[in-house]
């Protein structure tokens, strides 16, 4: 496994960020990164909540929440990838209280595809992935500012 790991304070109090990363079929509403997402199953938020996202590219994941702690933690186990260089994932946010802002950890655990010719795919694939995931945040932060006004 590889990891990527990013940490902000995002500009908006925690309840706010969690507001915005609880509506977890809704990604594709504040994430620009993302075309399209809905609900797979009943529930919507909680561990065991399923969601897909679809990409540019064609890109598909399949998401469901292993660990939610109201206000301080997600887990997202990333089940099922299509047409990415990537066998699994887990995604997980942190996020801490500091009033009116709320610092943040997005950590990224993968399992690149393609044995030792993966290893060199993934080595390629950092500065990308955290270009990616640094504007994320960036979407992020600005629908938590949104949530809190």
Same mark, same amino acid.
């Given at each position: ?36 997402? +809905? ?53 997980? +946010? ?22 030792? +010719? ?17 504007? +994320? ?13």
């Amino acid at each position: 496994m590889r990891n990527l790991e990013i940490e902000r304070t995002v500009q908006a109090p925690r309840s706010a960020v969690w507001a915005v990363l609880a509506d977890y079929p809704n990604i594709a509403d504040w994430n620009d990164g993302v075309n399209k997402s +809905f609900a797979v199953g009943d529930a919507l938020e909680g561990v065991g909540a399923e969601r897909v996202c679809e990409l540019d590219g064609s890109v598909k994941l399949h998401e469901t929440v292993t660990e939610w702690v109201p206000e301080q933690k997600m887990v997202i186990a990333i089940d099922r990838i299509e047409k990415m260089p990537v066998n699994k994932a887990t995604m997980t +946010f942190t996020l801490g209280e500091a009033g009116d802002t709320t610092p943040l950890t997005m950590s990224y655990d993968y399992e690149p595809k393609g044995g030792p +010719f993966g290893v060199v795919i993934a080595a390629m694939m950092g500065r990308p992935m955290r270009k990616g995931f640094n504007g +994320f945040v960036d979407s992020l932060e600005k629908a938590a500012q949104g949530a809190a006004a």
